[in-house]
């Protein structure tokens, strides 16, 4: 998995409580990205960053804030999770320019309930 | 919203036979690429295609994008136990700029019956 850690692996909570997930890389590479993956809607964008400090949204960014301290290190915390947030979440890295292909984390498995 | 649709959404054939998945998007691109997915793990990259070519070759992936149907196909020759997994394709936006957001089809999920 290309020097991408996410932890934990699985994690189950209870609506209302916030969760952190957090995804580490060792390629040093300036893109991250959070993604969801459900049945029938194939991997959504949820957000992404662009360097230490620089993020943006995605496409189901909703419910969910991220930060980046370091490059090494992107964290996607639920702030009060829903049944709805019940996913596989994954973590991508990508380089810098010219490079366009991304390296997928195992992911997590998140369930709320 | 998605970008990419993918055709079929299942596919079961048998070892040596190829395999042929489709996508079909919307917008202009600037590349597509394809990802492959075993059962529990995350997505591998298997082969890029920019927008100025038609055709590209990897081992026994090929693949074809014709960007006036917006549509590509993956094709996977001699097909393999070990190539059971799901396959996505991923459109690269025009700009380089918005941050190299991919935006991913729902897969075609092959499985390959020895």
């Known amino acids: 998995d290309a020097g991408i850690t996410q932890s934990p692996r699985h994690k189950v909570t209870e609506t209302g409580t916030p969760v952190t997930l957090r995804c580490h890389q060792t390629e040093n590479h300036r893109y991250m990205y959070w993604y969801r993956q459900d049945p029938g809607h194939g991997l959504r964008l949820i957000h992404y960053?662009?360097?230490?400090?620089?993020?943006d949204k995605g496409e189901v960014s909703d419910g969910y804030s991220v930060s980046r301290s370091k490059t090494e290190d992107f964290l996607l915390t639920l702030e009060s999770a829903t049944s709805s947030q019940t996913s596989v979440y994954f973590c991508?890295?990508?380089?810098?320019?010219?490079?366009?292909?991304?390296?997928f984390g195992p992911g997590t498995r998140l369930t709320v309930t | 919203s998605q970008q990419g649709e993918e055709d079929p959404q299942a596919l079961s054939i048998q070892e040596g036979e190829n395999a042929t998945m489709n996508c079909s998007y919307k917008?202009?691109?600037?590349?597509l690429q394809w990802y492959r997915q075993n059962s529990g793990r995350g997505l591998v990259h298997l082969i890029l295609?920019?927008?100025?070519?038609r055709e590209k070759h990897s081992g026994r992936l090929r693949v074809t994008l014709d960007t006036s149907k917006k549509s590509s196909s993956l094709l996977i020759t001699a097909s393999r136990a070990a190539d059971t997994a799901s396959y996505f394709c991923a459109t690269g936006p025009l700009s380089y700029n918005q941050g190299g957001k991919l935006i991913f089809g729902q897969g075609t999920e092959l499985s390959v019956k020895p």
């Open positions: 295609i920019r927008s100025n070519e």
């Open positions: 960053s662009y360097g230490v400090k620089d993020t």
């Open positions: 917008t202009s691109i600037n590349n």
């Open positions: 991508a890295t990508k380089g810098g320019q010219p490079s366009y292909e991304q390296y």
